[in-house]
């Protein structure tokens, strides 16, 4: 019963997500499986990771080659390796990111994928994908997109030791303070041209909640859209290193 009212809800707050993320097939076409992969000439520097039984994801690692510390889920029907490359070297300097690719394809088939709603399977898609790069999914930064944001939260609240910092950005609904008062601190983000009052409420929120909040937008951006990401990642990155709450024994 339990399962069974999680997916109700997940369901509902779907229903207002958007579609619009990239079309990233090229770009996702172009890289290699990790075993393989030699560093790729600037500006990709975005690599395949190989999961058992699972879809490929793909990786930035972090300064002199760590393994990622962070977590990206893209937005519905979309490949999510152009987001990423967007921020990529943001990323890098900050710990690196790791990304599952959802699990669902959209209508039309081809590499373009969404994620289901069920939040066990994700959790532990995401712990194996952590477990083949060589890093530990503990403490992340979940960075979400769209449909990304949507799930995003709802993993850091039911499982915040493990999503402990949030970056949603263009969330379908807006991100609830009693769902993240967990969290050690979170950013919202918006593209100036997408509902921009969603994500600034959700700030101010979680701010008169007690969690440390700031609120980001990406100039020019639409839904779905990218805006001088690596400014604005960077800058996200850099405040929750700065302001979120001391981790937790």
């Not at 707050?13 to 790729?40: F, I, K, M, N, Y």
């Not at 499982?159 to 609830?176: D, F, V």
């Not at 509902?195 to 101010?204: G, L, N, S």
């Amino acid at each position: 019963m339990q399962q069974m009212l999680r997916r109700l809800g997940l369901l509902a707050g779907l229903a207002a997500a958007a579609s619009g993320c990239g079309r990233d097939e090229q770009a996702l076409a172009a890289l290699r499986p990790v075993a393989t992969q030699r560093r790729l000439a600037l500006p990709i520097e975005v690599y395949t990771l190989n999961i058992p039984d699972d879809l490929p994801g793909f990786a930035v690692p972090g300064p002199n080659g760590a393994k990622p510390k962070m977590l990206f889920l893209h937005g519905m029907c979309s490949a999510g390796v152009g987001d990423v490359q967007a921020f990529q070297f943001a990323a890098s300097e900050h710990g690196g990111i790791l990304a599952v690719r959802g699990d669902t394809p959209c209508d039309g088939g081809g590499l373009l994928r969404k994620h289901s709603l069920d939040l066990d399977k994700l959790d532990a898609r995401i712990r194996a994908a952590f477990e083949v790069s060589g890093g530990v999914a503990k403490d992340l930064v979940l960075v979400g997109h769209s449909q990304g944001a949507f799930l995003g939260e709802r993993l850091a609240e039911q499982w915040p030791e493990r999503y402990s910092r949030l970056i949603l950005i263009g969330a379908p609904t807006e991100p609830s303070a009693a769902r993240l008062r967990h969290v050690r601190g979170a950013v919202m983000v918006s593209g100036q041209y997408d509902v921009t009052t969603r994500m600034k409420q959700a700030a101010a929120e979680l701010q008169a909640a007690g969690i440390p909040s700031t609120y980001l937008e990406m100039p020019g951006a639409k839904h779905g859209q990218m805006g001088d990401a690596e400014r604005v990642f960077g800058q996200a990155f850099a405040w929750l290193e700065k302001n979120a709450l001391p981790r937790r024994p």
